[in-house]
């Protein structure tokens, strides 16, 4: 849910609210902090994220990003009825999952080096909004 709203927080600063009923939009945020900008602001954003080079930061975020899609489809709306979620018990007409008791795939990927990366990503998104989201 965090990763929802750091990139729904992203995306309303320089424009529309974005529609409520989205729940898709993180892996297109991280997209966004590492496309081709001027150099000046590239420094930055790895810097922001604690990265000394850009690339390393744009080669992270490519390394990440299957990780931060599946992470996307756990929420209700985007996982449909019969697929695990993290929020609800599953399928909706015999539910024989609740999440709490379910060993979600994608969890299992945070305790790998690429899943531990992609959460200081989060984090630093989080933390360091106000500098890396002002215009």
């Not at 529309?16 to 989205?22: D, F, G, L, M, V």
């Not at 015999?94 to 690429?114: G, S």
Request: aromatic share 14%; hydrophobic share 35%.
């Amino acid at each position: 849910m965090c990763s929802e709203k750091i990139a729904k927080a992203f995306f309303w600063r320089s424009g529309p609210a974005p529609t409520k009923a989205s729940h898709l939009g993180f892996v297109r945020f991280l997209t966004l902090l590492t496309q081709p900008r001027q150099s000046k602001k590239q420094d930055r954003i790895a810097t922001l994220f604690g990265y000394k080079r850009f690339n390393d930061f744009q080669s992270l975020v490519k390394r990440t990003s299957p990780l931060a899609y599946d992470l996307e489809r756990l929420a209700p709306a985007v996982a449909g009825d019969d697929r695990p979620n993290a929020e609800y018990p599953w399928p909706r007409q015999d539910p024989q999952h609740a999440p709490v008791a379910f060993d979600f795939p994608t969890w299992r990927e945070f305790e790998k080096p690429n899943g531990r990366e992609l959460m200081k990503i989060i984090k630093s998104a989080v933390l360091r909004f106000p500098e890396y989201a002002s215009p």
